[in-house]
């Protein structure tokens, strides 16, 4: 794609929490049992823009970021890290039991992207991608709206 859209300027943020990071939380809670709650997440909390920035580089791509103010009634520029007020989880605890985090989202998202990339282009797993009309990402994903904004501007 040629250009990136992000609602809300890109501000938007929702904490990201990687599955080598719960992993690295769940041994060390096995290693303490009790009752207690303790909050997972990556040791940084991205917003939409960082994450789209961590993207491109992962993908060595470049594209225009269209930062828009607000979260259109198209539904361009929305994505799931677009919380209308960050939504960042407090770690302490786990930190304080001996958590570890396995890495910062950068590091621990490379190879998910990668494995999207793969399986996008109908490599292992392909089938395992949401379809076109997902009743979620489809919308996410709608590139005929950003093209029309594109061909607007």
């Known amino acids: 794609r040629p250009a990136v859209f992000l609602a809300h300027r890109g501000a938007g943020v929702d904490h990201t929490t990687a ?3 719960i992993a690295a939380l769940i041994e060390v809670a096995a290693e303490s049992p ?10 940084d909390a991205p917003s939409a823009l960082e994450i ?4 491109a580089r992962q993908l060595d791509h470049t594209w225009d970021e269209v930062l828009l103010e607000d979260a259109p009634a198209d539904g361009v520029g929305r994505t799931p890290w677009d919380a209308p007020h960050p939504i960042v989880l407090d770690t302490t605890a786990a930190l304080e039991l001996g958590y570890e985090p396995a890495g910062d989202y950068a590091a621990t998202v ?3 992207v990668d494995w999207l990339v793969s399986a996008a282009r109908g ?3 392909a089938e395992l991608l949401p379809p ?3 009743e979620y990402f489809g919308p996410l994903l709608d590139y005929e709206a950003e093209d029309r904004r594109l061909a607007r501007s």
């Open 132 to 134: 076109p009309d997902d």
């Open 19 to 21: 599955a080598g990071n």
């Open 52 to 55: 789209a920035r961590t993207i």
């Open 34 to 43: 009790g009752t207690r709650v303790l909050n997972s997440a990556d040791p």
């Open 123 to 125: 490599g292992l797993d």
């Open 110 to 112: 490379a190879d998910e």
